[in-house]
């Protein structure tokens, strides 16, 4: 095959990564624990352009250059390695989830270039294989790859990939409050974390903590304590990064109203945790027959789309193909 399509979709993590091991495999501090998301899909197709004397990257019917054209030329140019071949390729993507909001364009971006180019250079890859490959191209993406919910394992180059856990079923409820790029990637400001902030150490034997905890949570079907578990990671990553020198604030005024509606919302009986990747958009889970109640209270902090775990990285017929 010379080109293929693929699609995957963002995935939000209730258990973060957040600082690598290694920079060059992308290995993680630790282990992290997330839910793939059913809605805001990434489609790409990957065509190998014999001719070219460069890679070729459109995203969102743009023409893109820079730091994220030289990502995606340095992903590929592992997959030619692996592959045995030499020629450059043309990446058409799509992006219905907002590009570098903190919702995870570089996951299910990530993920889905991994299988597509994966195919188009006709490397035969089970799933495990293609979230080891997406690793390399942004950490979040490994557990993309996976429907539903999965666990990324720190591990070594060869272990250091996701898989599939039980988790009780639930909802998504994403409250975009701004839509517009971060001004410092998730890439940066995890550098600036490892080597300024002082609260790393704790940040990272707190999280090993947190992802058993999760494990247990998860084999008890535990929502509560996935929430409580859930809401505690996320702040003390945004503690971490807040205490960076200079300082990061992802979090707008807006996402620290979100998380105190959320508390309140416990207080009157309706079960709510919130979560928060890199940017000011706020996450929250909820048990299924809850979600519209909790839905309905978030509508006033921005807009509302309620998602269910969602399915893996999948191939498309060349009849999708961009
Ligand atoms: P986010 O919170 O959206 O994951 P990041 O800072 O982690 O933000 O990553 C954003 C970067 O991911 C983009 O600048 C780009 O380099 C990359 N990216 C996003 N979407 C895609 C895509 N569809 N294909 C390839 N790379 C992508
Ligand atoms: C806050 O995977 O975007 O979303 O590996 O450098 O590409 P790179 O960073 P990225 O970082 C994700 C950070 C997070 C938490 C998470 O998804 O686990
Ligand atoms: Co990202």
New binding site residues.
């Given amino acids: 095959m010379t080109k293929a399509t693929a699609r995957a979709y963002p995935n939000i993590a209730l258990v973060k990564y957040w600082g690598k091991r290694d920079s060059t495999l992308m290995l993680p501090l630790t282990g992290s624990m997330s839910m793939t998301l059913d809605d805001f899909p990434?489609t790409?197709t990957v065509e190998r352009t014999p001719e070219a004397a460069a890679d070729h990257?459109e995203?969102n019917g743009e023409v893109i250059e820079g730091?994220?054209l030289r990502?995606?030329t340095k992903f590929l140019d592992l997959v030619r390695e692996q592959a045995g071949i030499r020629e450059f390729a043309a990446?058409r993507?799509k992006?219905e989830?907002p590009?570098?909001?903190?919702?995870?364009?570089?996951?299910?971006?990530?993920a889905?270039?991994a299988l597509a180019a994966s195919k188009a250079y006709d490397l035969s890859l089970d799933p495990a294989d293609v979230s080891r490959l997406a690793r390399r191209g942004?950490g979040?993406a490994t557990r993309s790859v996976i429907p539903h919910f999965a666990v990324w394992r720190a591990g070594d180059d060869e272990t250091s990939v996701a898989e599939a856990i039980d988790a009780p079923d639930m909802r998504m409820i994403v409250v975009v409050v701004n839509a517009g790029n971060?001004e410092i990637?998730?890439?940066e400001a995890m550098k600036r974390t490892a080597l300024t902030s002082p609260f790393n150490d704790a940040w990272v034997s707190s999280t090993e903590q947190a992802l058993e905890s999760m494990m247990s949570a998860c084999a008890d079907n535990d929502f509560t304590r996935i929430g409580r578990i859930t809401e505690t990671n996320a702040l003390r990553m945004h503690a971490t990064i807040q205490a960076c020198d200079p300082p990061i604030l992802y979090l707008a005024p807006t996402s620290l109203a979100i998380f105190n509606k959320v508390r309140e919302l416990r207080e009157s009986g309706l079960e709510a945790y919130a979560t928060a990747?890199?940017?000011p958009n706020v996450c929250v889970i909820a048990r299924p027959e809850d979600a519209d109640a909790v839905a309905a209270a978030l509508v006033e902090f921005g807009s509302v789309r309620t998602m269910a775990p969602g399915p893996g990285a999948e191939l498309l017929a060349d009849s999708e193909a961009l």
């Fill in positions: 990434t790409t990257f995203l730091e994220p990502r995606v990446v993507s992006n989830v590009t570098a909001a903190g919702l995870a364009s570089s996951a299910s971006g990530f889905a270039l942004s979040s971060k990637s998730s890439r990747d890199a940017g």
